[in-house]
């Protein structure tokens, strides 16, 4: 396909890593001379201002902001096949991303089964969730989820949800709906290992875990004017090798106890919360009481958090570039963009020993594993990890991250939407 293309990157909720997507892919397209419409549930008037991460495509002649909340005939923040489709015929679009395609899976199925029209142009969804699909993985654990449940009644569930149910599965969704009825051009996977096992239609994509190259205004937030010495100073009196940092909200996915629980058990470990406070979700209860575990902490000068949302640029590259090893205390065993980011500046990681990520760590040589959400473990492995020599590791992570750069993100998704 020739240049000039018109592609339209479709994220409804822009929240959390979309958000990123939209920004990196979009600077990739329109560095080459494409026209980007992104589809989102936000109005023109704020959208610039409330996502950061795009703010700079605000007043760019070829980006488009088209709220979806305006082409649902129900006002709704997710868009039907129907309704999608026109706006591809509408926009001329030649290529559209789904962000997160489980997003439009009804939508999906609905066209597998004639109910809906095919969409115009190539189409192409990013697909997150697939694990469970190819390798019976449970999405927070890794473990392989088998027919049999802790109960008969739940065995029995899951024998009668195979047999009958089975146009409802992900296997069927993924295989039949998105590959052999081909309702999209290319399923793009996280996950090396699902691309490896299955080849075309479906691609591995290099991770997007950050915008790179970030010129705009929220690199020079005041977030580092705030920080960055009481940081420097604290990781200084800590020592690099002692301090445990956790990046991001407090929140029961990240294993934010867990993070807690660890600096309490071994007394000469630091921690650092750079991120929003902690943040309670319904029916997630949080095994430690940390409300405790910090005021514990704080009293013998062991914990330091900046109880806001890290936006400096500079302040995430000096998080990352001033401790020695990072450990992940993650429920979600996924990709995981925070240890993406450690191994960025070359420090190698702890992670849980399931899932893909620590499939990655022990495949690659990124650094140590720990037996899933085993406290005790947890803190043999970190003693144990802290008497490593750093370097071990270094000319592994450079190998690895080379898989992750910008000219590997650029390369890949402008032959999957411009071919």
Same mark, same amino acid.
């Given at each position: 396909?020739?240049?000039?293309?018109?592609?339209?990157?479709?994220?409804?909720?822009?929240?959390?890593?979309?958000?990123?997507?939209?920004?990196?892919?979009?600077?990739?397209?329109?560095?080459?001379?494409?026209?980007?419409?992104?589809?989102?549930?936000?109005?023109?008037?704020?959208?610039?201002?409330?996502?950061? %991460? /795009? &703010?700079?495509? #605000?007043?760019?002649?070829?980006?488009?902001?088209?709220?979806?909340?305006?082409?649902?005939?129900?006002?709704?923040?997710?868009? =039907?096949?129907?309704?999608?489709?026109?706006?591809?015929?509408?926009?001329?679009?030649?290529?559209?991303?789904?962000?997160?395609?489980?997003?439009?899976?009804?939508?999906?199925?609905?066209?597998?089964?004639?109910?809906?029209?095919?969409?115009?142009?190539?189409?192409?969804?990013?697909? =997150?969730?697939?694990?469970?699909?190819?390798?019976?993985?449970?999405?927070?654990?890794?473990?392989?989820?088998?027919? $049999?449940?802790?109960?008969?009644?739940?065995?029995? #569930?899951?024998?009668?949800?195979?047999?009958?149910?089975?146009?409802?599965?992900?296997?069927? $969704?993924?295989?039949?709906?998105?590959?052999?009825?081909?309702?999209?051009?290319?399923?793009?996977?996280? %996950?090396?290992?699902?691309?490896?096992?299955?080849?075309?239609?479906?691609?591995?994509?290099?991770?997007?875990?950050?915008?790179?190259? %970030?010129? =705009?205004?929220?690199?020079?937030?005041?977030?580092?004017?705030?920080?960055?010495?009481?940081?420097?100073?604290?990781?200084?009196?800590?020592?690099?090798?002692?301090?445990?940092?956790?990046?991001?909200?407090?929140?029961?996915?990240?294993?934010?106890?867990?993070?807690?629980?660890?600096?309490?058990?071994?007394? =000469?470990? $630091?921690?650092?919360?750079?991120?929003?406070? &902690?943040?309670?979700?319904?029916?997630?209860?949080?095994?430690?009481?940390?409300?405790?575990?910090?005021?514990?902490? *704080?009293?013998?000068?062991?914990?330091?958090?900046?109880?806001?949302?890290?936006?400096?640029?500079?302040?995430?590259?000096?998080? $990352?570039?001033?401790?020695?090893?990072?450990?992940?205390?993650?429920?979600?065993?996924?990709?995981?963009?925070?240890?993406?980011?450690?191994?960025?500046?070359?420090?190698?990681?702890?992670?849980?020993?399931?899932?893909?990520?620590?499939?990655?760590?022990?495949?690659?040589?990124?650094?140590?594993?720990?037996?899933?959400?085993?406290?005790?473990?947890?803190?043999?492995?970190?003693?144990?990890? *802290?008497?490593?020599?750093?370097?071990?590791?270094?000319?592994? /992570?450079?190998?690895?991250?080379?898989?992750?750069?910008?000219?590997?993100?650029?390369?890949?998704?402008?032959?999957?939407?411009?071919?």
């Amino acid at each position: 396909m020739e240049l000039g293309m018109n592609v339209f990157l479709y994220a409804p909720e822009l929240t959390g890593h979309p958000q990123v997507y939209c920004r990196v892919i979009g600077d990739i397209l329109l560095e080459a001379g494409h026209k980007v419409f992104i589809a989102a549930a936000s109005d023109q008037e704020t959208v610039w201002s409330d996502w950061y %991460d /795009i &703010e700079p495509f #605000g007043g760019h002649g070829n980006v488009c902001f088209l709220d979806t909340r305006s082409f649902s005939s129900k006002g709704d923040d997710h868009l =039907s096949a129907e309704e999608l489709g026109s706006l591809q015929k509408k926009y001329s679009i030649d290529s559209t991303l789904f962000i997160e395609g489980e997003w439009f899976r009804e939508q999906f199925i609905r066209i597998g089964h004639g109910e809906a029209p095919r969409l115009h142009g190539r189409n192409v969804a990013i697909c =997150s969730r697939a694990n469970h699909w190819c390798f019976g993985e449970d999405a927070y654990t890794g473990e392989k989820k088998t027919v $049999f449940g802790s109960t008969v009644r739940q065995t029995c #569930g899951r024998v009668k949800r195979a047999l009958f149910n089975r146009s409802e599965s992900d296997c069927y $969704f993924y295989e039949t709906i998105l590959m052999r009825k081909r309702v999209v051009d290319s399923l793009i996977v996280k %996950d090396e290992r699902i691309a490896e096992k299955y080849g075309s239609p479906v691609y591995w994509m290099p991770e997007i875990y950050r915008v790179f190259n %970030d010129d =705009s205004a929220v690199k020079q937030a005041t977030d580092w004017d705030q920080f960055s010495e009481p940081i420097k100073e604290y990781i200084k009196t800590a020592g690099a090798g002692n301090v445990l940092l956790y990046f991001g909200t407090g929140t029961w996915y990240k294993g934010y106890d867990y993070f807690l629980k660890l600096a309490e058990l071994d007394e =000469s470990t $630091f921690a650092l919360h750079a991120g929003a406070p &902690e943040r309670h979700e319904p029916n997630k209860p949080l095994f430690f009481d940390t409300s405790a575990l910090r005021d514990s902490l *704080r009293s013998q000068r062991r914990l330091f958090e900046t109880n806001a949302f890290v936006e400096s640029s500079e302040l995430v590259d000096l998080l $990352f570039n001033s401790i020695e090893r990072f450990v992940s205390t993650h429920r979600l065993t996924l990709s995981s963009g925070t240890m993406l980011q450690a191994l960025e500046a070359g420090t190698p990681v702890l992670v849980p020993g399931t899932g893909l990520v620590g499939w990655r760590v022990k495949k690659f040589g990124l650094g140590k594993t720990y037996n899933y959400l085993d406290e005790q473990d947890l803190a043999r492995a970190w003693k144990e990890f *802290r008497e490593e020599p750093v370097d071990k590791y270094k000319e592994r /992570i450079q190998n690895y991250m080379k898989h992750f750069s910008r000219d590997a993100v650029r390369s890949f998704f402008l032959s999957q939407l411009c071919g």
